[in-house]
């Protein structure tokens, strides 16, 4: 069975400062694996995705993540946080019907 | 093009009514999901179509819970005698082949609360 954890339930950083969300996955196989994003009262929009190419994903509005199997890591990273990533982040391994399991969500708070 | 879209957006209801809840995927999306949101946790899985069969619903909580997409597009979450309980966000995900290393596109979620 695949799951995720995310080591942090809520993250707080200062506008213009580094961004960095803590994802470690479980999976029997080689995983395909997604983060989300969720701005309030808004639906779940795709950041990017580790399909086993690239190991370093880059995806929208600066962030990427960095798929490491020797740690079963997948952590995602922004140089420079806006006021505007403040959303909640989700970490989410697929199966092989693509069913998604979904880490418990990190929510983000960017302080000016 | 259009995305996801979903209907109702809001819906309230009294415990022990029945309520559908209405999933557009993207056209040409031959996958979609359903999955459930409650306050302050990530979504999960409730059941995945491959075209017009429900290849996996091992997420659906009982068998109060039904979903049917008959002509392979359109799909219906049904919920009979709803219960406190099943107060949450709704969410319909497709898309294009189910593959595990597809994108899936969400709908915005019907938000149900009973009362």
């Known amino acids: 069975a695949q799951s995720v954890t995310q080591l942090d339930s809520h993250v707080s950083v200062s506008e213009g400062t580094p961004v960095l969300l803590r994802c470690n996955y479980s999976?029997?196989?080689?995983?395909?694996l997604f983060w989300y994003v969720q701005h309030p009262n808004k639906g779940l929009q795709l950041l990017l995705k580790?399909?086993?190419?690239?190991?370093l994903v880059k995806g929208i509005n600066g962030f990427e993540a960095e798929f490491k199997k020797s740690e079963t890591s997948f952590h995602l990273t922004k140089p420079s946080a806006h006021m505007s990533d403040a959303a909640e982040y989700f970490c989410v391994v697929s199966d092989s019907w693509g069913k998604l399991q979904f880490g418990a969500g990190t929510q983000v708070v960017v302080t000016p | 093009g259009a995305g996801v879209s979903q209907t109702p957006s809001n819906k309230v209801t009294e415990k022990g009514k029945y309520v559908e809840l209405r999933c557009d995927p993207i056209s040409g999306h031959t996958a979609l999901y359903w999955y459930r949101q409650s306050l302050g946790q990530g979504p999960e899985f409730l059941i995945y179509?491959?075209?017009?069969?429900?290849?996996?619903d091992s997420g659906l909580p009982n068998d109060r819970f039904f979903a049917v997409r008959p002509e392979g597009s359109v799909s219906t979450l049904k919920i009979q005698r709803t219960e406190r309980g099943d107060s949450a966000v709704y969410l319909c995900?497709?898309?294009?082949?189910?593959?595990?290393?597809?994108?899936?596109?969400f709908g915005p979620g019907t938000r149900l609360t009973v009362l």
């Open positions: 580790y399909t086993s190419a690239a190991t």
């Open positions: 995900a497709s898309s294009l082949e189910g593959q595990i290393t597809d994108t899936q596109y």
């Open positions: 999976s029997s196989y080689s995983p395909s």
């Open positions: 179509f491959q075209g017009t069969g429900a290849a996996d």
